[in-house]
């Protein structure tokens, strides 16, 4: 208490002139139309700055929730359209359609090797298996060739020892997709008939022939073609829909039916 008496006393001269302004600011602003409208507008801006910024880092902050909401509700989208069914007619918990969605995120991913692999961090535990489909946002990724607890491992579409049913989305001409190790961004279409009516920028979608991706996803766009060496067979060149140096949250299609359907080739 002695200290603050001393600190008065000492500051005594200041503090009568700090009183003294802030009264003089005072009577400035409450008798004074002008001044008092600009002090305001001031204090308005002032306040808004703040709250926008306090609003700003706020949300900022709240990025990786609402990325997780997104994530979910791609996951119910994808789900519906895989198995071409109305949202108010899907069972609960998608229990009886034929292609269930898992969504996971990246932990590694190469692809600069000719053999490239993907990690994921779902595994069986998950319902992760073999040979489930792996689709981003923008298209087709890969096939899941190795599992553990909590993680998988994806071929990677950039992978030139794995093969992919493809047609184009205007026609049922079909074709093997694959990778010549060369281009990141290019995959190669082949064995399609020269018959097949072609132009540069076509789609090139999943066949659904190989019971691994549904029908009709996206996998890139008809860069050029030329026949083969036989002359009886266009090769394309296919652009890739998706970056594949990119790429953070993945889709994992499992086919409910796959066994069900095998029994029928034993």
Same mark, same amino acid.
């Given at each position: ?92 918990? &998608?229990?009886? *359609?034929?292609? %269930?969605?898992?969504? =996971?995120?990246?932990?590694? +991913?190469?692809?600069?090797? !000719? $053999?490239? &692999?993907?990690? *994921?961090?779902? %595994?069986?535990?998950? =319902?992760?298996?073999?040979? +489930?489909?792996?689709?981003? !946002? $923008? ?21 030139? $020892? ?105």
């Amino acid at each position: 208490m002695q200290r603050i008496i001393y600190f008065l006393i000492r500051n005594k001269n200041f503090i009568l002139f700090l009183s003294l302004l802030i009264f003089s600011i005072s009577l400035n602003i409450n008798y004074n139309e002008y001044n008092k409208s600009k002090f305001i507008n001031s204090s308005n801006f002032i306040f808004s700055s703040l709250y926008e910024t306090q609003y700003t880092i706020s949300k900022y902050f709240n990025l990786e929730y609402q990325n997780k909401l997104l994530v979910a509700e791609n996951t119910e989208l994808k789900e519906i359209v895989y198995n071409h069914l109305r949202k108010d007619s899907i069972p609960e918990k &998608f229990k009886n *359609i034929g292609f %269930g969605v898992t969504a =996971s995120s990246v932990i590694k +991913n190469s692809y600069s090797k !000719s $053999n490239n &692999f993907i990690t *994921i961090n779902k %595994g069986f535990r998950d =319902s992760i298996k073999l040979d +489930n489909g792996v689709v981003s !946002s $923008n298209g087709v990724v890969g096939v899941i060739d190795k599992t553990t607890s909590n993680f998988s491992r994806i071929i990677s579409i950039l992978n030139t $020892n794995l093969l992919l049913n493809a047609k184009f989305k205007n026609s049922n001409h079909f074709g093997v997709l694959s990778w010549d190790g060369l281009n990141i961004n290019i995959v190669q279409l082949k064995d399609v008939p020269k018959q097949a009516k072609v132009k540069i920028g076509d789609t090139v979608v999943t066949g659904g022939n190989s019971l691994i991706f549904p029908k009709d996803i996206l996998i890139g766009y008809v860069d050029s073609f030329k026949l083969d060496g036989s002359e009886n067979y266009l090769e394309l060149d296919i652009k890739l829909s998706v970056d594949m140096t990119n790429i953070e949250n993945l889709y994992i299609i499992d086919n409910n039916n796959i066994s069900e359907i095998n029994k029928l080739n034993e």
